[in-house]
C-alpha cells in the first residue's frame, strides 16, 4: 500500500499534468473561437466586451446604451463618457441609444 507522501507526490504530478493539458486545450478553444470571429466578422463589442480596454476599477454593470461609434454605456452614476455628452448637447434623447 502507499504512503501518504506518496499519494500527495502522485496528486501533484496528476494536478501539474491536468492544468498543462487544460492550458492546451485552452489555446486551442481560443484559437477556434478567433478563427469563427474572423470568418462571421463578429467583434469583441458584438458579444458585449470593450475591445482594448483593461482596467481594473470600472464597472462590471451590463450596458444600456450604445453611441453612434459602438461605444457601450451602463447608464450608472459617476462621470458620462464623452459621446454621451456630445450626444446630450446636441439636444439628442439618450433614450434613443437604448441597447
Known sequence: MA???????QAQALMAQAEQVRKQ???QVIADI???MKEYG???ED???QSGRKSAGKS???AKYR???G???SGGPGRKPDWVKTVLAEGKDIESFRI
Open 3 to 9: 504512503t501518504y507522501s506518496e499519494l500527495v507526490s
Open 60 to 62: 462590471k454593470s451590463a
Open 34 to 36: 478567433k478563427a469563427k
Open 67 to 69: 453611441g453612434p461609434q
Open 47 to 49: 458579444l458585449g466586451g
Open 42 to 44: 463578429i467583434t469583441v
Open 25 to 27: 486545450e485552452l489555446a
Open 71 to 73: 461605444e457601450l454605456w
